[in-house]
């Protein structure tokens, strides 16, 4: 096939996904496709293949080597442009060393300690914002609960003013689209400017929190350059909102769409913390994993990927494989939990999910306890998802609170 006759990722796979992705897994372990900006690419929907790849050396993820791809494959025109080199070079877009290195100074000051004892600030965050909600009737859970737990807790873990969120709120949603190459310029030039001027107080006037660890951690003399600071300030900022929002809002869908398995929630609530693993599995925030490309030709089943192509990963997908699954498109939340890829796999797993599974655990608990009506305020089939390969997530989730 010509890359003309090629699947062109477009509003069917966005709205559609689970079934979209079910068609292409039919057509076999690798399936050819264009993405919505018109780079070629292979798709990859199987569990055990997905996770080969997530840690497979010859995947790189660098993302100079990715930025010169893209310009042969379509166009220097076609790509966006050098705004995104001081938002990229963070450790999700690099091969080891540098991976190593910058992992490394990133867990000094991201610890499990940190995150345990942000418990009670989550807690207090998710009463204040059902609070909030009390006494109404309706309200929609993105911009009123989903969206400002998370928000909330990574602006205070980075040291953001509160008046300073509802920009960079709007810079993400914008940046992880799959929009027009103008806009997420715009939106990029701006997120530049902002973080440079956050690291530059940070670095003058230290405080209490994690962007400033960042400023100041060495390892061995090892210190981040001023531009991996801000390319990891915005990795840190946008990947900690992001993947807990649509954790929230797509697993209170789900149970909202299964209600033998919210009663089941409701009678047992020592199964949340299992059912979150079950969440992430069914419905996950990330569809189609970070930019990947071949170094070297790589054998997937019967077929062959060459050096210097594309491979998107879809975890949305592998976490719905019934050779790993049994009965994948059932939520269940007493099911074993483990084994999917939410969160990745290999050296670049996820460094805040454990933030998010608690986020997410603390939040749910939270909103099916103080509404025990909520229920959908529209039809399922009435809801949208943003236009976004890489985020699996609801533009909206109208809902009916008593």
Known sequence: MTVEELPVVGEEFMQHTHSTLARLRGEGRVCPIVMPRGTPSYLVTGYEDARALLSDPRMSKDSAGAHQLIAAKIGPENTVSDFGQSLVTHMLNADPPDHTRLRKLINKAFTARTVARLRPRIEEI??????????????????????PVPITVICELLGIREEDRGEFTGWSTTLLSSG??????????SMTAYLVGLVA???????????SDLVLTTDDGDAMSEEELVATAFLLLVAGHETTVNLIANATLALLRAPEQLAKLRADPSLLPGAVEEFLRFDGPINIATLRFTKEPIEVGETTIPAGEFVQVSLLAANRDAERFPDPDQLDVTRPAGGHVAFGHGIHYCVGAPLARLEAEIALGGLLARFPDLRLAVEPEQLRYRNSTLVHGLQELPVLLR
């Open 126 to 147: 998710t009463a204040a914002l059902l609070d909030e909600m009390e006494g109404r009737d309706q309200a929609d859970l993105m911009p009123a609960f989903a969206g």
């Open 180 to 189: 027009e190459a103008d806009e997420m310029q715009s939106a990029g030039q």
């Open 201 to 211: 107080q940070k670095r003058a006037e230290p405080g209490p929190d994690l962007l």
